[in-house]
């Protein structure tokens, strides 16, 4: 167990809904990255929050927004969904603003865009 | 930008075959080199890492040595259980257009059999 949480675990849902994909990080871990696994294109950084603020963006569409909490979880949303949309989406979180060290990885969302 | 190459999988081993998996990677500046490993059905986890040039990184039998000369960063085991059986993803921490984040290999998938 990494000590990051996500939820929901599977989520289908049809083109052109919205959903919301949530990230508790390790206790007091303050840095927050949303990365998105397809297929196709590998692993890729969407975007991360430190401290209730964005740090980094990746390659994140503008249908995606992220947001971090004072409790430091993260929402990540995803609107307009496309059947492209379709992948696993992990969270991780790490102590520090960088990912130079460890990161923790939760399980990932699997969203299913039918 | 960053970005990293590994051996494109399946590989597929008999239990106490040796096992190396090839990562290449092109950055600037001196980056860090990590291994992570997925399980079916979980998220990604630090398997090794090394931070700087000619350190070895080592854990649960798995070695890999940081090689500034030929940029890669290739993962060896000695003899493999089917235990072993996973994802394996090679990535780098440096800095890039996104800031301080990893950056992952396309994946290598191992079987290992009985």
């Known amino acids: 167990d990494s000590g990051v949480t996500q939820t929901p675990k599977h989520l289908i849902t049809a083109t052109g809904q919205r959903v919301t994909l949530r990230c508790s990080p390790r206790s007091g871990d303050l840095s927050v990255y949303w990365y998105q696994q397809s297929l196709d294109q590998g692993l890729q950084f969407l975007i991360q929050?430190?401290?209730?603020?964005?740090?980094a963006k990746g390659n994140i569409l503008e249908r995606f927004s992220a947001q971090q909490f004072p409790d430091l979880h993260s929402e990540l949303n995803l609107s307009s969904l496309e059947l492209g949309d379709s992948a696993l989406y992990f969270c991780?979180?790490?102590?520090?603003?960088?990912?130079?060290?460890?990161?923790?990885f939760g399980q990932g969302t699997r969203l299913t865009v039918v | 930008g960053n970005s990293v190459t590994q051996m494109e999988g399946p590989v597929t081993l008999s239990e106490e075959a040796f096992l190396t998996i090839n990562c290449t990677y092109t950055a600037t500046g001196y980056p860090s080199l990590f291994w992570y490993v997925q399980y079916p059905g979980e998220g990604l986890q630090l398997l090794l890492k090394?931070?700087?040039?000619?350190d070895k990184g080592s854990n649960k039998g798995f070695e890999a040595t940081y090689r500034k000369e030929t940029t890669s960063f290739h993962l060896e085991k000695g003899s493999v259980q089917v235990s072993d059986s996973a994802v394996y993803f090679c990535?780098?921490?440096?800095?890039?257009?996104?800031?301080?984040?990893?950056?992952f290999g396309g994946g290598t998938r191992l079987m290992v059999k009985p």
């Open positions: 090394a931070t700087k040039a000619d």
């Open positions: 929050y430190y401290n209730g603020e964005e740090r």
């Open positions: 991780a979180s790490s102590v520090k603003g960088s990912m130079n060290t460890e990161a923790f």
């Open positions: 990535a780098l921490s440096g800095i890039n257009n996104a800031g301080n984040m990893l950056t």
